[in-house]
């Protein structure tokens, strides 16, 4: 069954602004991770935030795991047109064979 | 140069027909996987191998059938195809298959079914 869940599905925002993304899953996580995909791309690995580390950050993005609350969140800031892309984050849990169940994505248009 | 490669890129074929796609890596990686993303969005496993050893194989129709001769290349063999079977089928890798690993994906087969 789907672990992970997007919000929201689509966001729309201006140059320069700052995106916030969020993840819901069900499970306890092993970690969780965020992949980008650009459109007719491949899926591209930005993060991984372990289930006892509250926030990490990578260059422009901060991502954020609250594992009472079962979720985590992306952040770009000072966002940019190639950011435009679907992200999805993915679990990974600690039962059984170790392996990404990810959300649907949420569809992310940066205007220039 | 291509870290994780796909072949071919688009398939269109007709219901009934049998099909295979190939995927290679060449980061040295033990483990491989196949992945299934629908009109959706939603990706979803299908299969992973660690040293040519199936160790996922998750509720997939038994028209599926994953080969590996080899750590750097997981095949996918698909009998029979239906028209649900149309969708983007994505390999990836990463080094162990183990839980805090990254996983790095090829750009995946667009697969059309009339």
């Known amino acids: 069954s789907q672990q992970g869940e997007e919000d929201p599905q689509a966001l729309s925002i201006q140059e320069g602004e700052n995106a916030t993304m969020n993840c819901s899953y069900k499970t306890s996580i092993n970690n969780l991770q965020w992949y980008r995909q650009n459109s007719g791309r491949g899926l591209v690995h930005l993060i991984l935030i372990r289930s006892n580390e509250r926030e990490k950050h990578s260059g422009r993005l901060r991502v954020t795991l609250d594992t009472s609350k079962k979720s985590s969140s992306l952040l770009i800031t000072a966002s940019r047109a190639a950011d435009t892309a679907s992200y999805f984050c993915?679990?990974?849990?600690?039962?059984?064979?170790?392996?990404?169940?990810f959300g649907q994505g949420t569809r992310l248009t940066i205007n220039p | 140069d291509t870290a994780v490669s796909q072949t071919p890129k688009y398939l269109v074929t007709q219901m009934g027909n049998d099909k295979s796609i190939k995927c290679e890596q060449n980061?040295?990686?033990?483990?491989m996987y196949w992945y299934k993303q629908d009109s959706k969005k939603f990706l979803k496993i299908m299969f992973s191998y660690n040293n040519k050893e199936l160790i996922i194989n998750e509720t997939v129709p038994n028209r599926f059938s994953p080969k590996s001769p080899d750590k750097a290349h997981l095949n996918l063999h698909i009998n029979s195809l239906e028209l649900g079977d149309s969708a983007v089928y994505f390999c990836?890798?990463?080094?162990?298959?183990?839980?805090?690993?990254?996983?790095?994906f090829g750009p995946g087969t667009r697969l059309l079914v009339l």
């Open positions: 993915a679990t990974v849990s600690f039962q059984g064979a170790q392996k990404l169940v």
């Open positions: 990836a890798s990463s080094p162990r298959g183990g839980s805090g690993e990254t996983q790095y």
């Open positions: 980061l040295g990686h033990d483990t």
